[in-house]
């Protein structure tokens, strides 16, 4: 736990600096919007490490942004940005998911979340555009860069939208597990963590290098979670009909045991999922396939981060991937981690 903790060190450093960020954006709430319509935010010191939890992406690129030399001033504006893509893609999550996560304090009645989430997706959309116009006045950016900033923005969005929606009336076909990478979690996983960089890749035009690796290594970091994401939500996606990498991967390269009880689980489909085995008892062979890919990918993505001057050698990195293992819900798969050097990959198209 120790040596966690200081692997984790600079990031919770960096979740210091998104505080006040996300400060500066629910000021920015409170001059938009009514005072009969928000809530008065809570005031007290939070946890550190729970509040790293909560906000670990959000931190991670405030993290990287400092490795490669962007200032606090930009990086402030950066993650003020990035805490409005945020905002953007958790209200509509919530709309497609008939769910409610809260990242502004709305006061509306509580059954009404689909309101409070079109007032998630209103509300971020005019804080954004006061970010940019403000950057503009503070001498972040240009005046002709903040036309092509906000489309950049909005058409890096479209693309990973485009993914959900093609599941959203529920597939018709287990397609291979190398499908699903290219097609599927490429955007779920991969390009929407590079939202983060959508801002940087068009801004920093002395340092676009760096940027463009960085880019890469989160892209890989977001691969490996959509896949650590399918292996807890792998009855919820047999359910909603959705692609999952662990039952593709059963059903088209799993042993023959394995494929059998996957015949028998989605017969069942139908049935409560909280009475199902955990999926490391119904096929152990095909998870500790998967979690050496899945860890591989996630190295070479901090691999990359390393390369711009960020600090996690692989030792440190694999801390802190354990960490994302259990703040993510799979810490119980903890045990088919890979031994030190059997790590495999998901892909390799990006090394050609």
């Known amino acids: 736990m120790i040596n966690t903790l200081l692997s984790l060190r600079k990031l919770l450093q960096a979740s210091r600096e998104h505080q006040h960020i996300e400060t500066a954006i629910l000021t920015r709430f409170q001059d938009l919007i009514e005072p009969r319509y928000r809530v008065a935010t809570p005031k007290g010191k939070a946890n550190q490490l729970q509040y790293l939890q909560r906000n670990f992406f959000s931190s991670l690129?405030?993290?990287i942004y400092?490795?490669?030399?962007?200032p606090e001033e930009k990086r402030s504006f950066y993650g003020q940005i990035n805490h409005c893509i945020r905002g953007l893609v958790t209200a509509t999550d919530n709309l497609l998911d008939d769910e409610y996560k809260e990242l502004l304090p709305l006061n509306f009645p509580e059954p009404a979340i689909r309101f409070k989430s079109v007032m998630h997706i209103l509300c971020f959309d005019r804080i954004l555009e006061g970010i940019c116009r403000q950057g503009i006045k503070d001498g972040l950016i240009h005046p002709a860069q903040h036309e092509p900033l906000m489309t950049a923005i909005f058409q890096a969005m479209v693309p990973i939208g485009a993914e959900e929606a093609l599941e959203e009336g529920g597939i018709s076909e287990i397609i291979t597990p190398t499908a699903i990478l290219s097609s599927?979690?490429?955007?779920?996983g991969g390009k929407l963590l590079c939202l983060a960089f959508t801002a940087p890749l068009l801004l920093e035009s002395k340092r676009h290098s760096?940027?463009?690796?960085?880019?890469?290594?989160?892209?890989?970091?977001g691969m490996a979670l959509q896949v650590?994401?399918?292996?807890?939500?792998?009855?919820?996606?047999?359910?909603?009909?959705?692609?999952?990498?662990?039952?593709s991967s059963v059903h088209h390269e799993g042993r023959a045991d394995e494929q059998e009880q996957l015949k028998a689980?989605?017969?069942?489909?139908?049935q409560d999922t909280t009475t199902q085995p955990p999926v490391e008892i119904l096929f152990p062979e095909t998870i500790k396939r998967v979690m050496a890919q899945t860890i591989g990918e996630a190295l070479a993505g901090f691999a990359a981060l390393k390369e711009t001057g960020f600090w996690y050698n692989e030792k440190q990195a694999l801390r802190v991937i354990r960490f994302l293992f259990t703040i993510r819900g799979v810490g119980h798969l903890l045990p088919f981690f890979p031994e030190p050097?059997?790590?495999?990959?998901?892909?390799?198209h990006l090394d050609t």
């Open 61 to 63: 690129f405030l993290s």
């Open 66 to 70: 400092r490795a490669i030399g962007i």
């Open 184 to 188: 599927v979690h490429m955007y779920k």
């Open 210 to 221: 760096l940027v463009s690796l960085a880019e890469t290594g989160v892209y890989r970091i």
């Open 228 to 247: 650590i994401d399918d292996l807890t939500d792998f009855y919820q996606d047999i359910a909603a009909k959705n692609h999952n990498f662990l039952l």
């Open 265 to 270: 689980t989605l017969k069942e489909a139908n």
């Open 341 to 348: 050097g059997t790590a495999l990959r998901l892909t390799s």
